[in-house]
């Protein structure tokens, strides 16, 4: 039944189309004969008039006779040839002469009056102007007339036609019949089409043509999928032999109506017969069909409107089948909708560049807004297919994506590489759909990783290749990452190994992209100076804080996890030693160079972080010791201590700094000073606390407050001596105040203090350390004087200041 059906309408067709064809051809031969035998007519040589004989009144006068060289008046000079032109006009007769004479030969009056109108052309009349505003309404008007009317009345017949098929389909012709009928009224559009467009009846020829290959997509269509005629290779066939014609016909002629009309009745048709039955083969064929003819309409054409057509019909068949038989089915519909999905993706990819392609041009704004739709339409229904069940699959299509449109990037990139928007497009796609298949495949901690990464890979990219967008996409990619750590916090919640644990180590690769896109920065040549040392700076600061921030909490989830209990000191005292090394390497990575790329915003940093550590050292290191310990070796000490040396660290990098920069030293000054207070703090209160849990402990020292003090009084006049000495090798004045002023507080506490609380021997020895240190300062100081050294102080602050 299903072959004698098929042979039935290719019979049918065949007959049908025959006589239309030879018919064609017979007129087509006609009007080329006509064709020829008027170029013939106009090429033939025209023969000229035999020449009238002159009647006696069309004699010219005769001429007046001619005067004697010698008798002849000296001829003024000629006048200029616009002059000689109007001489019939201008000129006045010669006397003697009729004045016909004056003409020129082969003239009369009346020629002369036309060329009188001829020299301006007047004014347009009122009446003139009225019948151009009426002929501009009437163009108008058969601009409507001829062409959106016959658009909308095509458009309106294929409805009816379609709604003809399903109430027949009802009601009361059968099956074989409808088919029938369809197809002859197809064949019957095209022919009557074709006999308009012969006749000059362009606009509306095109679009009856174009109605008739509607009506036979329908035919074939309702045969196959909605009556069950004729089997999947055959309608097929039959499909592609309309497309192919009415897709040639308008390529042709380069008819994008008839193209579009043609199109639009074919993504019509499915919808308007509704078919209440799954078949998804025979549907997504047919789609396929009318996409792949407009891909070739694309590969002679540049159609815009045909491509957004085919786009928006096959997007819209697909979501009513996905929504009808797809969502009810569930997986069972599970590998068409991904094939069928798959195959609209690679036609929608190719087909917007496809005529760039081709010819080498550059592309038009709707191939870039194609390409977007396409890919987040596909992405769209590939979320709703495998999300919940299929995220390693989902993963898997996504990277596809991506790899698909970095190959079409670089495919455009060989073909015309002028179109950067088009590569741009492409580009920012794919590193999209990397960006985003990652977390899917990978847990949260291996995206982060791979983020990071790929951040880095996309920044030297964009600044090699000075590319905009795909320095925006690394960025993009560095914030995701570090956005996807914060939604992990707290990083740990069950006992780890410290530092060598996934969460950790994906901190540490956030740190570092951090820190390596401040070093591709450091090279940008789109920035400029300024612009290129701000970005560095944050940068950089970037990565140190997300570096300390890790730390921080990697240390204060190892005191509570993994030592917990177990832990004999209290948590604050730990925590503050930990915190304090943390202080003392960020400071340093903001001070030090050209591991720091420098500047303000660094240097800033460097002293911040200098002034809460130093703060932070202060107040918590007196209650660090709880129980008698070593004097200047014990850890709490020495962590201290490593804080005060990074200080003066900090500031001789500070003060290299800012010689290159021609800079007043002030920073590493404040941040000397500060080193120097903060290591007479941490003395003073390191020798009291010693002798205080000395006197508390198993075997108690009585004097222990005596001792205290006279050890903090000499410790004094020996820091004093210390500074002095560096004040004077580092030719520092500023040393050697504060040494002089540490003298003068170790005399005021001598002579007041110790003299009322310690007793005799201990204040002994108080004194006889100031004393001879300050003897030993004042000879210092005569040295120094005797050798000159003030002077030639003196006179390179006078240089410095010229």
Not at 272 to 296: C, D, E, K, Q, W
Request: hydrophobic share 50%; aromatic share 14%.
């Amino acid at each position: 039944m299903e072959m004698l059906a098929f042979l039935a309408l290719v019979i049918l067709m065949s007959a049908l189309l025959l006589p239309v064809i030879i018919f064609f051809i017979v007129i087509r031969m006609n009007n080329r004969l006509k064709g020829i035998e008027k170029r013939l007519d106009s090429a033939a040589p025209q023969q000229p008039e035999p020449p009238r004989h002159a009647t006696e009144a069309e004699l010219p006068p005769p001429k007046p006779p001619q005067a004697s060289a010698k008798s002849e008046p000296p001829t003024p000079k000629e006048p200029p040839a616009k002059e000689k032109q109007a001489v019939g006009e201008q000129t006045p007769a010669v006397e003697g002469n009729p004045p016909e004479a004056a003409m020129p030969p082969n003239s009369s009056p009346a020629s002369g009056d036309k060329s009188k109108q001829s020299g301006k052309k007047p004014a347009d009349s009122d009446a003139e102007v009225k019948q151009k505003v009426k002929a501009t309404k009437s163009s108008l008007e058969q601009r409507i007339g001829t062409k959106w009317v016959n658009i909308v009345g095509i458009i309106t017949f294929i409805v009816g036609i379609c709604f003809f098929l399903k109430y027949a389909y009802e009601h009361w012709v059968t099956e074989i019949g409808r088919v029938i009928i369809t197809t002859i009224t197809g064949l019957l559009a095209i022919s009557v089409g074709e006999l308009t467009r012969l006749r000059g009846y362009g606009i509306v020829a095109k679009g009856v043509t174009a109605l008739g290959f509607a009506i036979l997509y329908a035919a074939v269509f309702s045969a196959y999928g909605f009556y069950g005629l004729i089997g999947s290779t055959p309608a097929f066939a039959l499909s592609i032999i309309i497309t192919a014609a009415a897709l040639l016909y308008a390529v042709g002629l380069d008819e994008i109506v008839m193209a579009f009309l043609a199109l639009l009745g074919g993504f019509l048709s499915p919808v308007i017969l509704s078919i209440p039955v799954n078949r998804p083969f025979a549907l997504f064929t047919y789609v396929s069909i009318l996409s792949v003819g407009t891909m070739l309409c694309s590969f002679f054409r540049k159609w815009r409107a045909v491509n957004i057509l085919a786009l928006t019909g096959t997007f819209i068949l697909y979501t009513r089948w996905f929504e009808k038989f797809y969502v009810p089915a569930g997986r069972g519909q599970l590998a068409v909708a991904l094939v069928w999905l798959a195959v609209f993706f690679t036609i929608f990819l190719i087909l917007p560049t496809l005529y760039e392609l081709v010819k080498r041009t550059i592309a038009q704004r709707e191939a870039p807004l194609l390409t977007l739709a396409n890919a987040a339409i596909v992405s769209y229904y590939l979320y709703r297919i495998l999300y919940v069940d299929h995220k390693n699959a989902l993963a898997l299509c996504v990277l596809a994506m991506a790899i698909a449109h970095l190959v079409m990037m670089q495919a455009i990139r060989k073909r015309c590489r002028a179109d950067l928007r088009l590569q741009v497009t492409f580009l920012a796609i794919g590193l999209f759909c990397i960006t985003v298949a990652i977390p899917l495949y990978f847990k949260i901690y291996a995206a982060v990783m791979a983020w990071s990464a790929q951040a880095v890979i996309l920044a030297l990219i964009g600044n090699v290749y000075d590319s905009k967008c795909t320095r925006i996409a690394s960025f993009v990619a560095l914030a995701l990452s570090g956005l996807a750590i914060l939604t992990k916090l707290p990083l740990h919640s069950e006992p780890f190994d410290i530092i060598l644990n996934i969460p950790f180590v994906s901190c540490l690769f956030v740190g570092v992209a951090f820190y390596l896109f401040h070093l591709i920065y450091r090279r940008a040549g789109h920035l400029d100076a300024g612009q290129r040392e701000t970005s560095t700076q944050l940068l950089h600061m970037g990565f140190v804080l997300t570096l300390f921030a890790a730390c921080v909490m990697e240390w204060h989830h190892h005191i509570v996890l993994n030592l917990g209990e177990r832990l004999n000191t209290p948590y604050y005292q730990y925590f503050s030693e930990g915190f304090t090394v943390i202080l003392t390497a960020s400071m340093l990575a903001f001070a030090a160079r050209p591991f720091s790329p420098g500047g303000q915003i660094c240097k800033t940093f460097a002293l911040l972080f200098a002034g809460v550590g130093s703060v932070f050292v202060m107040i918590f290191f007196f209650g660090f010791h709880r129980e008698p310990f070593i004097i200047f070796a014990n850890p709490t000490f020495i962590i201290a201590l490593i804080f005060v040396s990074a200080l003066p660290t900090s500031a001789y990098l500070l003060e290299r700094y800012e010689k290159e920069a021609r800079q007043k030293q002030y920073l590493a000054l404040l941040s000397s000073l500060t080193a120097v207070f903060l290591l007479w703090v941490l003395l003073t209160g390191e020798i009291y606390l010693y002798w205080y849990y000395r006197g508390r402990g198993p075997e108690p020292v009585t004097n222990w407050e005596f001792l205290a003090q006279m050890y903090i009084s000499v410790m004094w006049a020996l820091y004093a001596v210390a500074l002095m000495v560096i004040g004077f090798w580092r030719k520092v004045v500023t040393l050697r105040y504060i040494a002089l002023g540490l003298f003068t507080l170790a005399l005021l506490k001598v002579f007041t203090y110790d003299m009322s609380t310690v007793e005799s021997v201990y204040r002994i020895a108080g004194f006889i350390v100031l004393g001879g240190a300050l003897i030993a300062v004042s000879f210092l100081y005569q040295y120094c004087k005797k050798k000159g050294f003030f002077k030639a102080q003196s006179s390179e602050r006078s240089k410095d200041k010229d």
